[in-house]
């Protein structure tokens, strides 16, 4: 099971709101998910857009869920620490490969 952070679309045609969400990335954009993370409202009042619970979003990033490009730029705006580290474990891994490729 691959696991996905993604949003996921709620509201009226043209008035649409969105959950983040972690869920199987087989199901559909709308279909079921595991646990909700956050959510976005992109017509809400300036001081009211979104919110997220980003101690829920490193465990299971830290527990190998992916995170979709939307939902990445939607938790850089507000967690920017999350991608943060993120990047630098991908970069340190990177190191670590290279590291152990060049000494063979």
Avoid: C
């Amino acid at each position: 099971m691959a696991l996905v952070i993604r949003m996921r679309q709620q509201g009226a045609k043209g008035r649409q709101a969105f959950r983040l969400v972690v869920t199987d990335s087989r199901n559909p954009r709308d279909g079921k998910y595991l646990e909700m993370l956050g959510w976005y409202n992109p017509f809400g009042a300036n001081d009211k857009t979104s919110s997220m619970n980003v101690e829920r979003i490193r465990h299971w990033l830290n527990h190998g869920a992916q995170i979709s490009d939307r939902a990445r730029a939607l938790v850089s705006r507000h967690a920017p620490e999350v991608i943060q580290a993120l990047v630098q474990k991908k970069q340190a891994k990177q190191a670590k490969q290279r590291k152990k490729k060049s000494s063979k």
